[in-house]
Antibody, heavy 122, light 111 residues
Framework: QVTLRESGPALVKPTQTLRLTCTFSGFSLRTSGVCIHWIRHHPGKALEWLAR???????YYNRRQRTRLTASKDTSKNQVVLTMTNVDTVDTATYYC??????????????WGQGILVTVSS | DVLMTQSPLFLPVTLGQPASLSCRSNESLVYSDGDTYVTWFHQRPGQSPRHLIYKVSKRGSGVPDRFSGSGSGTSFTLRISRVEAEDVGVYYCMQGTPPWTFGQGTKVDLK
């Protein structure tokens, strides 16, 4: 059974660094082709893809956010961490992690965590 | 980045009746390998998105066959053959190559 769960602070102050953790089970990030995506959702707006970290530690970032984002993994703990520096009120959103895989096999974005609402406010 | 535009933004539906949702991209989604990667998700209130359709028309694991996807190039459609109560929520399309982008969603609700 594949599960993912996001954790982190519900409230952060502007200019602080946000650190989110995705803890997963039912699959391994050591498996070739497997990755973890991070996506966020501002209420009333489109979902926004933020980052991807691959089984081989390749990383991809949203072009507009890339200077603020860092993804890392701890395969022994089945965890992926996303850090976002210098947050602002516009970063208030629900943040999701999702399993990624082979698009042609239907395993990309096939399982999502429950999401975590992060509010940026002073 | 590819812009995905969904219509309508709100779709009132009747139980047992069909429903059709549209998704258009501002450029062709035929990838370098010749395939087209469009994915549809369904998000019920208070839940995370659920994977429905991938590669335009392939149903995800456990997805009922009343859901079908079609389209090519820049125009894609999700159809529900007979709407059930559990189908309400927001449907998102996504183009499946980096950088991944989503449509703004179509909210489906009962009339």
């Amino acid at each position: 059974q594949v599960t993912l769960r996001e954790s982190g602070p519900a409230l952060v102050k502007p200019t602080q660094t946000l650190r989110l953790t995705c803890t997963f089970s039912g699959f391994s990030l050591r498996t070739s082709g497997v990755c973890i995506h991070w996506i966020r959702h501002h209420p009333g707006k489109a979902l926004e893809w933020l980052a991807r970290i691959d089984w081989d530690d390749d990383k991809y970032y949203n072009r507009r956010q890339r200077t603020r984002l860092t993804a890392s993994k701890d395969t022994s703990k089945n965890q992926v961490v996303l850090t976002m520096t210098n947050v602002d009120t516009v970063d208030t959103a629900t943040y999701y992690c999702a399993r990624g895989g082979i698009p042609s096999e239907g395993t990309d974005f096939d399982y999502w965590g429950q999401g975590i609402l992060v509010t940026v406010s002073s | 980045d590819v812009l995905m535009t969904q219509s309508p933004l709100f779709l009132p539906v009747t139980l047992g009746q069909p429903a059709s949702l549209s998704c258009r991209s501002n450029e062709s989604l035929v990838y370098s390998d010749g395939d087209t990667y469009v994915t549809w998700f369904h998000q019920r209130p208070g839940q995370s998105p659920r994977h429905l359709i991938y590669k335009v028309s392939k149903r995800g694991s456990g997805v009922p066959d009343r859901f079908s996807g079609s389209g090519s190039g820049t125009s894609f459609t999700l159809r529900i053959s007979r709407v059930e109560a559990e189908d309400v929520g927001v449907y998102y399309c996504m183009q499946g190559t980096p950088p991944w982008t989503f449509g703004q969603g179509t909210k489906v609700d009962l009339k």
